[in-house]
């Protein structure tokens, strides 16, 4: 299996892309593949991945974010992003970390190596003005899909939230309304299987954070919404006021599964865990099969 390297010029071998390479379904490795590939799974590849700390935070204390991932992590990171046809965070960590979620190795790839962004976020929250948002404005992201909860048309409760989506959908994004879980959260297995899934995730979604996302992630009912996970584990310590990486299950969700370990490699000083979500009595790789 050959992966290409999204590089504009060659150069040495890179580590992470023979980590990909060892890791992921060869249907994912031709990269890229333009939405109209004819063959598509049932639902997109789903990998969940995050940098943490020895003590298990994913950010400060507050949420500040933190620079975890060295270089050689880093730059694993950003060819996951290459790799994907979508990227989703929270609006936890759009608010916190106004993040780009763009590939850059290191200077931006062009517009066709780069992910799709989608953001989970119930109450329209995202300001209008985010980096997600002006990417896309300047031509340099795709445009933005942010999944929210459903509104009513009419009831004066949800009068803010129809301006909201209306400076939303005037700064380009495009609105995704779901109906929320019983505990109130957007459910991710609805997305995936959406109507419009494949057009607007590809065949293949990164999940980046943050912490509430991740517990969701992870809490899915069997036989699960996550096909891999990969955990950077730089050898620091943030202390006990820092975020924890999964954050606490609400009442009435799911364990989470049992992790089948994959593989573990050094990216300089951070050891990058790949490990495969496994629920007993169902069988095969979820989207990738
Ligand atoms: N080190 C790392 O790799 C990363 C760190 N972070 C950190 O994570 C922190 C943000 O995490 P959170 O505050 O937990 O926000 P989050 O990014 O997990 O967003 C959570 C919000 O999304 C909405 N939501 C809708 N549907 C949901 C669902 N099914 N499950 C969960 N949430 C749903 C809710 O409004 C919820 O409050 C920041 O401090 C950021 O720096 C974020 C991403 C990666
Ligand atoms: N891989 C990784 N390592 C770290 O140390 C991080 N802090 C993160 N954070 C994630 O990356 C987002 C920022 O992305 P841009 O640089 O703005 O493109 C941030 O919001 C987290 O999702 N990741």
Not at 52 to 58: E, H, R, V
Not at 203 to 215: H, K, N, P, T, Y
Not at 225 to 252: C, H, M, N, Q
Request: net charge negative.
């Amino acid at each position: 299996m050959q992966f290409n390297d999204p590089r504009p010029t060659g150069g040495p071998p890179v580590p992470a892309l023979a980590l990909l390479a060892a890791v992921y379904p060869p249907h994912l490795s031709d990269l890229p593949t333009p939405p109209s590939t004819p063959v598509r799974p049932a639902r997109p590849f789903v990998t969940l991945t995050y940098a943490q700390s020895l003590d298990g935070k994913i950010a400060g204390p507050g949420g500040t974010q933190l620079q975890l991932s060295g270089p050689e992590s880093m730059r694993l990171t950003h060819h996951l992003r290459v790799l994907h046809d979508s990227i989703l965070v929270g609006v936890g960590t759009v608010l916190n970390d106004d993040p780009q979620l763009t590939a850059r190795l290191p200077s931006l790839l062009p517009l066709s190596q780069q992910p799709r962004p989608v953001i989970l976020d119930s109450s329209l929250r995202t300001p209008p003005t985010c980096k997600l948002l002006v990417n896309a404005q300047r031509g340099i992201s795709h445009g933005v899909t942010i999944v929210h909860r459903a509104l009513s048309a009419t009831s004066e409760e949800d009068e803010d939230l129809r301006r909201r989506a209306a400076d939303l959908e005037r700064a380009g994004a495009r609105l995704i309304p779901l109906e929320p879980d019983e505990h109130g959260l957007l459910p991710l297995s609805a997305l995936l299987s959406h109507p419009h899934a494949s057009h607007l995730l590809g065949r293949s979604l990164m999940v980046e954070g943050g912490a509430r996302i991740i517990a969701s992630c992870l809490a899915a009912p069997p036989p699960g919404i996550v096909d891999l996970v990969i955990v950077t584990v730089a050898p620091v310590l943030v202390g006990e006021d820092g975020v924890s990486a999964v954050a606490p299950r609400k009442a009435g969700q799911g364990a989470p599964p049992r992790l089948e370990h994959v593989r573990t490699e050094l990216f300089g000083q951070d050891s990058v865990v790949v490990v495969r979500p496994v629920y007993e009595g169902v069988e095969g790789e979820g989207g990738a099969a």
